[in-house]
């Protein structure tokens, strides 16, 4: 048994997250988890709100609502659309809890004791209609590099550069839309990331698996020169700097929301403090696996700022052990976007399907060698061949035959002929290739070896056809039809990390309902996982064809849901 520590990147408070944030690291993160538990392992799947920052401050002057009044809904909002979407967070906090406060304090004192602070004299948009400094994301522009004009003062979200408020292009506020923007002198602080560039190669080069994205993003920093990091902002909403001076001032969002996977960490111990230890995960754990989910945007901070707070704390924290990265998921040729409203939110998806028609296109289109495009023909189309035709027509047919001739009893007659055999053989080298590929957090294979074990099924039973059995060979077709409710088993276990809900739905209806369904170990183990005499239940309907229809009337609703 192994400790796997896993964390998903923060979701923003600022509004309800869209399906390009669920496959960019939710829905990897919870795959994952829940697969490790399937095979035994220690678990623990961390996750919270992301609370400071501009987007909170903006979100709640939009909302016309106190900040601390708006994250407060938003978060039980975002909290109630994951349980819907079954996401097994084993704590899901909030960045700007008490523990967060003043674990995000305790890192910068450290930091600061060590030399690794260093304060400095920055010039800054002063905006006189809003009466305040204006920290990054409340400047808005067009990006110096691509052109684009919806740049922000920290990162434009059409090329991703990383980019300072004073390099953006007809700058105005985010707040008033003035561009009576005056440039003066305020004091911050920076992390000295520059000092620790020796002590981060030395860390990166003993890193293993991760993907090429990953590493490539990481090195990219390095190698164009690794800079200094400002970790304060002139806001009233966050981590307030602990520093004479600096009153009035909080911490960068980017530093403190990291901090947040410790401090939701603690946060889950608190909640039982009898039986669980924070430090386990976090504090010289060198035997806990640990594994963040990202989006490609997100790597940067994850690969090199947050290692730098924590290598130079130079207390023994654990740092990741694979990042796993993702690309994007674009929605009709363009980019999901939050703040434009554009494309597929997760309340709308929810409203309109159950979870599990998400989870699993999601999964099987996911965006990691390249980014992958969505369209509701495109998920209507996968969906109907894969969960409807495929999966949910197999179960349909062998528990329906099996009531209707059986009365629901798993016949006990008859023994494995060589078609078995072969069936346990073929079962064994695609669960072993799952297994690999979900070890790798290879999402789009593991879907593929799932779908191709739903595939095998439904040509077992196709060939053996105990229908036909039954007036010929009575042996035969018992054990064929045992076989084959073994195989609904076995379908619903491989697909319980990605389709939860449905596969409960089905080891149920068998008579299987551990609340951690355990794979098995090879295929000849997997078709003796039901004995012959057990009662099974009437069929379940699972999925719903989706019509082509359907996929137009949704593709027109949505293409103007945008601005």
Same mark, same amino acid.
């Given at each position: 048994?192994?400790?796997?520590? &896993?964390?998903?990147?923060?979701?923003?408070?600022?509004?309800?997250?869209?399906?390009?944030?669920?496959?960019?690291?939710?829905?990897?993160?919870?795959?994952?988890?829940?697969?490790?538990?399937?095979?035994?392992?220690?678990?623990?799947?961390?996750?919270?709100?992301?609370?400071?920052?501009?987007?909170?401050? =903006?979100?709640?002057?939009?909302?016309?609502?106190?900040?601390?009044?708006?994250?407060?809904?938003?978060?039980?909002?975002?909290?109630?659309?994951?349980?819907?979407?079954?996401?097994?967070?084993?704590?899901?906090?909030?960045?700007?809890?008490?523990?967060?406060?003043?674990?995000?304090?305790?890192?910068?004192?450290?930091?600061?004791?060590?030399?690794?602070?260093?304060?400095?004299?920055?010039?800054?948009?002063?905006? *006189?209609?809003?009466?305040?400094?204006?920290?990054?994301?409340?400047?808005?522009?067009?990006?110096?590099?691509?052109?684009?004009?919806?740049?922000? @003062?920290?990162?434009?979200?059409?090329?991703?550069?990383?980019?300072?408020?004073?390099?953006?292009?007809?700058?105005?506020?985010? &707040?008033?839309?003035?561009?009576?923007?005056?440039?003066?002198?305020?004091?911050?602080?920076?992390?000295?990331?520059?000092?620790?560039?020796?002590?981060?190669?030395?860390?990166?080069?003993?890193?293993?698996?991760?993907?090429?994205?990953?590493?490539?993003? /990481?090195?990219?920093?390095?190698?164009?020169?690794?800079?200094?990091?400002?970790?304060?902002?002139?806001?009233?909403?966050?981590?307030?700097?602990?520093?004479?001076?600096?009153?009035? !001032?909080?911490?960068?969002?980017?530093?403190?929301?990291? #901090?947040?996977?410790?401090?939701?960490?603690?946060?889950?111990?608190?909640?039982?403090?009898?039986?669980?230890?924070?430090?386990?995960?976090?504090?010289? *754990?060198?035997?806990?696996?640990?594994?963040?989910?990202? @989006?490609?945007?997100?790597?940067?901070?994850?690969?090199?700022?947050?290692?730098?707070?924590?290598?130079?704390?130079?207390?023994?924290?654990?740092?990741?052990? #694979?990042?796993?990265?993702?690309?994007?998921?674009?929605?009709?040729?363009?980019?999901?976007?939050?703040?434009?409203?554009?494309?597929?939110?997760?309340?709308?998806?929810?409203?309109?399907?159950?979870?599990?028609?998400?989870?699993?296109?999601?999964?099987?289109?996911?965006?990691?060698?390249?980014?992958?495009?969505?369209?509701?023909?495109?998920?209507?189309?996968?969906?109907?061949?894969?969960?409807?035709?495929?999966?949910?027509?197999?179960?349909?047919?062998?528990?329906?035959?099996?009531?209707?001739?059986?009365?629901?009893?798993?016949?006990?007659?008859?023994?494995?002929?060589?078609?078995?055999?072969?069936?346990?053989?073929?079962?064994?080298?695609?669960?072993?290739?799952?297994?690999?590929?979900?070890?790798?957090?290879?999402?789009?294979? *593991?879907?593929?070896?799932?779908?191709?074990?739903?595939?095998?099924?439904?040509?077992?039973?196709?060939?053996?056809?105990?229908?036909?059995? =039954? !007036?010929?060979?009575?042996?035969?077709?018992?054990?064929?039809?045992?076989? /084959?409710?073994?195989?609904?088993?076995?379908?619903?276990?491989?697909?319980?990390?990605? &389709?939860?809900?449905?596969?409960?739905?089905?080891?149920?209806?068998?008579?299987?309902?551990?609340?951690?369904?355990?794979?098995?170990?090879?295929?000849?183990?997997?078709?003796?996982? &039901?004995?012959?005499?057990?009662?099974?239940?009437?069929?379940?309907?699972?999925?719903?064809? =989706?019509?082509?229809?359907?996929?137009?009337?949704?593709?027109?609703?949505?293409?103007?849901?945008?601005?």
């Amino acid at each position: 048994m192994t400790n796997v520590l &896993i964390t998903s990147a923060l979701p923003y408070i600022n509004g309800i997250k869209h399906l390009g944030n669920l496959a960019g690291s939710l829905l990897p993160a919870d795959i994952h988890a829940r697969f490790r538990r399937q095979i035994g392992d220690d678990v623990l799947f961390i996750c919270a709100t992301d609370e400071h920052g501009t987007p909170a401050e =903006l979100g709640a002057a939009e909302a016309g609502l106190d900040v601390r009044e708006f994250c407060d809904g938003q978060h039980l909002v975002q909290a109630d659309i994951y349980r819907t979407l079954d996401l097994s967070f084993d704590h899901f906090g909030r960045s700007s809890s008490p523990r967060n406060h003043a674990l995000t304090q305790h890192f910068f004192t450290k930091l600061e004791e060590s030399g690794f602070i260093e304060e400095r004299t920055l010039h800054q948009f002063y905006s *006189a209609a809003d009466g305040r400094f204006l920290p990054d994301r409340y400047v808005i522009g067009t990006c110096p590099h691509c052109g684009s004009g919806r740049a922000r @003062g920290d990162q434009c979200e059409n090329c991703t550069k990383t980019l300072d408020p004073t390099d953006l292009v007809e700058p105005r506020s985010a &707040i008033s839309g003035s561009t009576d923007l005056e440039v003066r002198p305020t004091r911050h602080l920076f992390l000295r990331q520059t000092a620790l560039v020796e002590d981060l190669e030395s860390w990166i080069a003993t890193r293993t698996g991760w993907p090429s994205l990953v590493t490539s993003i /990481a090195r990219k920093w390095l190698d164009e020169g690794l800079q200094d990091r400002c970790i304060t902002r002139d806001l009233s909403w966050g981590v307030p700097v602990p520093k004479p001076g600096y009153e009035g !001032k909080v911490f960068y969002v980017w530093f403190d929301a990291p #901090i947040g996977y410790i401090a939701a960490t603690q946060e889950w111990a608190d909640l039982d403090p009898g039986s669980r230890d924070w430090r386990k995960w976090w504090w010289q *754990a060198d035997d806990v696996e640990y594994l963040q989910f990202l @989006g490609k945007d997100n790597v940067p901070f994850h690969a090199v700022s947050f290692p730098c707070t924590l290598i130079g704390s130079g207390e023994p924290w654990k740092t990741v052990d #694979i990042i796993k990265g993702v690309n994007w998921l674009t929605y009709e040729g363009g980019k999901f976007s939050t703040s434009e409203r554009r494309g597929v939110f997760l309340d709308q998806a929810i409203e309109l399907l159950p979870a599990d028609y998400w989870r699993w296109w999601l999964a099987s289109n996911a965006p990691e060698g390249n980014d992958t495009d969505f369209t509701f023909e495109r998920f209507a189309q996968d969906v109907n061949s894969d969960l409807s035709d495929n999966f949910g027509n197999f179960v349909n047919r062998t528990l329906s035959f099996l009531g209707s001739r059986f009365d629901g009893i798993v016949p006990i007659g008859g023994e494995w002929s060589d078609a078995e055999w072969e069936l346990a053989k073929s079962l064994n080298r695609h669960l072993t290739a799952l297994r690999e590929h979900q070890r790798a957090c290879s999402f789009r294979k *593991a879907a593929s070896e799932v779908r191709a074990i739903w595939k095998l099924a439904n040509v077992y039973l196709v060939s053996q056809a105990p229908w036909t059995a =039954l !007036k010929t060979d009575p042996a035969r077709c018992q054990a064929s039809l045992r076989a /084959a409710v073994n195989l609904v088993g076995i379908c619903a276990l491989v697909a319980w990390p990605f &389709i939860p809900a449905t596969a409960r739905r089905v080891l149920e209806t068998i008579g299987t309902d551990q609340a951690i369904p355990v794979l098995p170990d090879n295929g000849e183990d997997a078709l003796r996982l &039901i004995d012959g005499g057990r009662r099974v239940g009437l069929p379940p309907i699972l999925f719903r064809k =989706l019509t082509p229809e359907w996929a137009e009337e949704q593709g027109r609703r949505f293409r103007g849901s945008g601005p």
